[in-house]
Every structure is written in C-alpha cells, then in structure tokens.
C-alpha cells in the first residue's frame, strides 16, 4: 500500500499541531509552511479534510491559527490514513473485485494482511509518535 503525499504531510501538519497543543498555542499557517516546507495553496488543501474530519479546528484573531481538534492519544494513524485515503479495510481481496476470490488460495493471506495493518494503523497515535525513540537521547 502506497500512501499518497497528502496522507503523509496531512499526518506532519497533525504532528506539528500536536506538539504546540503541549503548549497550548495555535499555530499560524505561515508558521506551518514553512516548517514543513509546504506551499500556502497546499496547505489549504490539506486542511480542508482535517476540518472536516474533526481532526483541526481554527481560531481568529491575533493570537489566532490552526490547533487540534482532538488530544493527540485519540488521533490514530488509521484516522488519518482513512481521512485522505477513505476506508483502507477494502485494500483486501473480496468477490467484489475478483471472481477467483472463493478459490484462491492467496485472498485469505491478502485479507488477514489487511486486517492487520488495520489494527496496527488504528494502535499507533499521534502521542506515540511524538515520543523520542530509544537511543534518540544526547549523550
């Protein structure tokens, strides 16, 4: 399964705003793009879904910008995966795509397969990956 750009800067926007939820600010979008190195029109574009998703809500005035829309534990990878991609349970084989599916020997590898990344996708969440890896520390 390839990830499209979106997902993937759509999931460093949310990092990004997970790490100023823990001081409380909102986050500029100027702010953002150049962080991520993103154009302002792209950003625009990511933000529509993680609007409406929930997942980024916006405040106006001065001290005004972009923040989270839920605490960083409840935000999964498998939330934003499906926000950009849709529903990625489908990514397994089924009689709607192929009609070998009942006897092929591989469907039933491809759909525990995807199961399982479904299950690992919707385990890991924004909080966890904002925590330093092991051996990441200044010695």
């Not at 750009?5 to 990092?15: A, H, P």
């Not at 529903?87 to 199961?115: N, R, V």
Request: proline share 2%; aromatic share 6%.
């Amino acid at each position: 399964m390839k990830l499209t750009v979106k997902t993937r800067c759509g999931l460093r926007v949310l990092l990004e705003l997970a790490r100023a939820a823990d001081e409380k600010i909102c986050l500029k979008g100027w702010v953002l793009t150049e962080s991520l190195e993103i154009s302002e029109s792209f950003l625009e574009q990511l933000m529509i879904p993680l609007r409406r998703g929930g997942l980024v809500k916006t405040r106006r005035g001065c001290n005004g910008g972009y923040y989270l829309g839920e605490v960083p534990e409840s935000i999964s990878l498998l939330k934003v995966i499906e926000l950009f991609e849709g529903d990625i349970g489908g990514f397994g084989c089924s009689d709607e795509i192929c009609d070998k599916f009942d006897t092929c020997a591989a469907a039933a590898g491809i759909s525990s397969l995807a199961a399982n990344f479904t299950v690992q996708a919707d385990n890991i969440n924004l909080a966890q990956l904002l925590k330093p890896v092991s051996g990441d520390s200044e010695n």
